[in-house]
């Protein structure tokens, strides 16, 4: 299996380049982006030593389909998809923070809750939950969105004080957030799935805000079959759930949590070949359509590029 592990490109009027842990992003004439989802896949803020193949095109296309069904909440960057790995669209003024909302007690919350924390960005957590129980009602608890190494939670207080949002603009992005995730809720319910949690990003052009990045995917979001869920929640059983959490499992497991001194474990082929079909497993789970495999031909891509900004 071929990935598409980084891309060297220089298209007309190319102002900027941008290689993050697993997009690259080419800046067109200071207001149009090009965003190559690549098959590099990161955990722990480190960069695996192997690509994923067809993880790119499985985060484009859900990406590319949730921004499609989200316009009437708020307007979003894409203006076109001219590769299955590839989003073209607007330059936004990004504001450097994550909206997340949680509607289930897992991972991160989870964690901050086992350890006796009862507050999380604001929120005010109930006593008596168990790991993976649904929150009374979905909450917003956003982190800084760091250049490098790990984002941090901040609470609304927090980003008032320190002048990073507007009072308006706060509760604007806040419910947008809320209307997102509710939107994601009811979608993910229709194809026998639990939305548990995302993560939401947005810019400005001018005063008008716009949703960015991507939406809904199995990186920036984690769901739970709906299928035994109580069940497996009365028996205190591990949740059947299509995340990348797997891959940080698996590296826990292995003795890698990110850490200063720890090493990677081995990525086999065999390894590679189960992250890349739990990637195609979520897609047509989520999206309940057949995956079609898309070879990686960097040549055509960069003609089609070029073809579909010219365009713009």
């Known amino acids: 299996m071929k990935a598409l592990t980084s891309t060297q490109y220089f298209f007309n009027k190319q102002t900027a380049f941008y290689r993050g842990k697993v997009r690259?992003?080419?800046?067109i004439a200071d207001?149009?982006?090009?965003?190559?989802?690549?098959?590099?896949?990161?955990?722990?803020?480190?960069?695996l030593p192997k690509s994923i193949p067809y993880k790119g095109q499985v985060l484009t296309?859900?990406?590319?389909?949730f921004l499609d069904l989200t316009t009437d909440i708020v307007p979003n960057w894409k203006l076109a998809t001219p590769d299955p790995h590839v989003t073209v669209g607007k330059r936004c003024d990004a504001i450097p923070i994550e909206f997340v909302v949680r509607q289930y007690l897992?991972?991160?919350?989870?964690?901050i809750y086992r350890d006796g924390g009862r507050l999380l960005c604001g929120n005010v957590l109930p006593d008596g939950l168990k790991e993976n129980d649904k929150l009374p009602q979905p909450i917003v608890t956003p982190a800084t969105k760091a250049i490098s190494g790990h984002d941090e939670d901040i609470s609304a207080e927090e980003i008032l004080s320190r002048k990073l949002l507007s009072p308006e603009r706060w509760e604007a992005l806040k419910n947008i957030s809320l209307r997102l995730f509710q939107?994601?809720?009811e979608y993910a319910a229709s194809k026998g799935l639990i939305l548990v949690d995302?993560?939401?990003?947005?810019?400005?052009?001018?005063?008008?805000?716009?949703l960015i990045d991507e939406i809904h995917t199995p990186d920036s979001s984690r769901y739970f079959y709906a299928d035994g869920f109580e069940e497996r929640q009365a028996n205190g059983e591990a949740q059947k759930q299509l995340s990348k959490e797997?891959?940080?499992?698996?590296?826990?497991?292995?003795?890698?949590?990110?850490?200063?001194g720890q090493q990677v474990p081995t990525m086999t082929d065999e390894v590679v070949q189960a992250i890349s079909e739990r990637y195609i497993e979520l897609y047509e789970q989520v999206?309940?359509?057949?995956?079609?495999?898309?070879?990686?031909?960097?040549?055509?891509?960069a003609s089609i590029l070029d073809q579909a900004i010219a365009a713009l």
Do not use: C, P
């Open 31 to 47: 207001n149009i982006l090009v965003i190559v989802a690549t098959d590099r896949i990161s955990a722990f803020d480190h960069v």
């Open 61 to 65: 296309e859900i990406a590319s389909m």
């Open 24 to 27: 690259d992003v080419y800046t």
């Open 287 to 301: 999206s309940g359509k057949q995956f079609h495999k898309q070879s990686v031909a960097e040549a055509d891509m």
């Open 183 to 185: 939107r994601g809720t």
């Open 106 to 111: 897992t991972g991160h919350a989870w964690r």
């Open 198 to 210: 995302t993560k939401y990003e947005f810019g400005f052009i001018g005063d008008t805000i716009y």
């Open 246 to 260: 797997f891959v940080r499992e698996w590296l826990m497991k292995n003795g890698f949590q990110g850490k200063e």
